[in-house]
């Protein structure tokens, strides 16, 4: 895939998937109601979440486009395995970026069903990595997929990243 083509899809693709799961859903499970905001230290914090969840899920859709030359749909995969900058912590930083967005968004307004939702959305999310993603990224890169799942964790980012190939 060409480099503006990998764009053009992976920023359809942001807005298709982690847009409608992140912003839109969140919305209408609020929208029914005006939801009071949280304590400060609640809204500080909830507030992180979101910056910190969608600029770790930017910088890996650009990561697809820029270093893996396709897309995270499966539609349209990249044409290399994607493990530089923040894939070099976690091996699932787009995953975790969405929940960290929808549980931003439960602690600012002290919305529990939000939070559920988060949950819900947690477990499918890996739900899905464990039965699809990790055999078609293990039968698509083979031995170079295999040393970077042994090295990166998939939910809990390491603290330095990790620096083989």
Excluded: C
């Excluded at 209408?28 to 600029?55: D, E």
């Excluded at 967005?101 to 499918?124: D, E, K, S, T």
Aim: charged share 10%; net charge positive.
């Amino acid at each position: 895939m060409r480099k503006p083509s990998a764009i053009l899809g992976s920023a359809v693709f942001f807005i298709a998937a982690p847009g409608v799961v992140a912003g839109l859903v969140p919305w209408l499970l609020t929208a029914r109601y005006a939801p009071p905001l949280a304590p400060w230290p609640h809204i500080v914090a909830g507030s992180f979440l979101i910056a910190t969840g969608l600029g770790v899920l930017l910088h890996a859709f650009a990561r697809f486009a820029l270093e893996g030359m396709g897309t995270p749909a499966p539609v349209a995969p990249t044409d290399r395995l994607v493990i530089g900058g923040v894939y070099r912590h976690v091996r699932n930083p787009m995953y975790v970026a969405v929940v960290s967005i929808i549980l931003g968004q439960a602690q600012i307004f002290a919305h529990w069903p939000l939070a559920a939702y988060g949950a819900i959305i947690a477990a499918v999310m890996a739900t899905f990595v464990r039965i699809y993603e990790e055999p078609v990224l293990t039968q698509r890169y083979g031995t170079q997929y295999e040393t970077y799942r042994a090295n990166v964790p998939g939910w809990v980012p390491r603290i330095t990243p990790w620096r083989g190939d």
